[in-house]
């Protein structure tokens, strides 16, 4: 990965981590989360597709906050290679 592309993930990363940061964002997972459960214990075990319904729909609000996670991880990846190549500069200018 080029320096360029680096700095790109490492700045997205500063944004996904300020959504996982951010209260509101948090409450809505937490808000969905809830309501996903109690749908699906309202509903008649005899109601597949609308428990099936409630299944996709909790698996698509981990998967979502599982991307924002990622895009973490992958910053953090970016920044360990944005200091080799601060690293790699500082020792060619010697």
């Given at each position: ?35 996903f ?58």
């Amino acid at each position: 990965m080029d320096e360029g592309k680096a700095r790109e993930k490492q700045a997205r990363a500063e944004q996904a981590e300020a959504l996982l940061r951010n209260n509101l964002f948090n409450e809505a997972f937490e808000y969905l989360d809830v309501q996903f459960l109690d749908a699906w214990r309202q509903s008649d075990v005899a109601d597949v597709e609308n428990r099936e319904r409630i299944y996709q729909l909790t698996q698509s609000l981990v998967a979502l906050k599982g991307y924002f996670q990622s895009v973490v991880e992958d910053g953090k990846l970016a920044q360990v290679q944005l200091d080799d190549f601060k690293r790699r500069v500082s020792i060619n200018k010697r």
